[in-house]
């Protein structure tokens, strides 16, 4: 079973960006397809991002697109979100997760998550 911690959030103006990391142990990396997902306020958790495990294949919500990366690196067990650009409405709980499958319905491990707060 696969453990992971986020880090990198924080509050930051329109227009800054922030890189959210997500440090996995406790199970083998390769075996997970990696995605972010995020909750804002009042809101339904929606899904950010995904990566294959082999960074293969990548998705986006359309909110997102040009403006946030996903990357990983199998050999440190990580996985990254690059955001640019940020706007007031990226404002949420922003969470990493796996899954064995890839299917966006599928994540069954998740971190505790990391706050990120744009400011307008």
């Known amino acids: 079973q696969v453990q992971l911690v986020e880090s990198g959030g924080g509050l930051v103006q329109a227009g800054g960006s922030l890189r959210l990391s997500c440090a996995a142990s406790g199970g083998s990396f390769l075996n997970y397809y990696m995605g972010w997902f995020r909750q804002a306020p009042g809101k339904e958790r929606e899904f950010v991002a995904r990566i294959w495990w082999d960074g293969s294949w990548l998705s986006y919500v359309d909110s997102v697109k040009g403006r946030f990366t996903i990357s990983r690196d199998n050999a440190k067990n990580m996985v990254y979100l690059q955001m640019n650009s940020l706007k007031p409405d990226d404002t949420a709980v922003y969470y990493c997760?796996?899954?064995?499958?890839?299917?966006?319905?599928?994540?069954?491990?998740w971190g505790q998550g990391t706050q990120v707060t744009v400011s307008s």
């Open positions: 997760a796996a899954s064995t499958s890839g299917r966006l319905n599928d994540y069954m491990y």
